[in-house]
């Protein structure tokens, strides 16, 4: 592995090295993004991070508003119009489990808010941001999310390392 990049690159997490900007919850085994603490990812990478950071957080996360610039602007010119944000998109939060029956996932009012957005001035990484919080659950805790398949997963991954 090349090390000259990972001085300046130290910031920005990979799929390899994304559970470090995980913290504990108070739920054992359940780690979670802190709420409103902007991490940068590699573009390339950040739909396998959302995944894994879903996975290790208990958490589905759905699409909830993608506001994607047209795609023939170039960075050049998005300079000279003042647009910064190359795209934005909006996740909420899906307990995971609740797909499985519509009826939980009509009483889910969870209103937790997982933000990506990219920017023209640098390409090789992206921000994602936990801006809201869940509520009305915890992720992970067993006695309110009915199925913890994405962390049972994990778990049965770990093991077989
Ligand atoms: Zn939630």
Redesign the pocket.
């Known amino acids: 592995m090349s090390t000259n990049n990972i001085q300046s690159n130290k910031n920005i997490y990979t799929l390899a090295t994304i559970s470090e900007a995980l913290e504990c919850t108070s739920v054992p085994g359940v780690i979670t993004l802190r709420l409103d603490t902007t991490i940068k990812v590699r573009t390339s990478e950040w739909r396998d991070c959302l995944l894994e950071i879903g996975e290790s957080c208990a958490?589905k996360w759905i699409i909830h508003n993608s506001n994607k610039q047209p795609t023939d602007i170039t960075a050049e010119e998005a300079k000279d119009s003042d647009i910064k944000m190359c795209f934005s998109q909006e996740y909420s939060?899906h307990?995971a489990g609740t797909y499985e029956s519509k009826a939980a996932m009509r009483k889910n009012k969870?209103s937790?808010l997982f933000h990506v957005r990219g920017f023209f001035k640098t390409p090789e990484w992206c921000e994602i941001t936990l801006t809201k919080d869940?509520?009305e659950?915890t992720?992970g805790d067993v006695h309110e999310d009915m199925c913890t398949l994405p962390l049972a997963k994990k778990y049965l991954n770990e093991l077989s390392q």
């Open positions: 958490v939060c307990h969870c937790a869940h509520t659950h992720p």
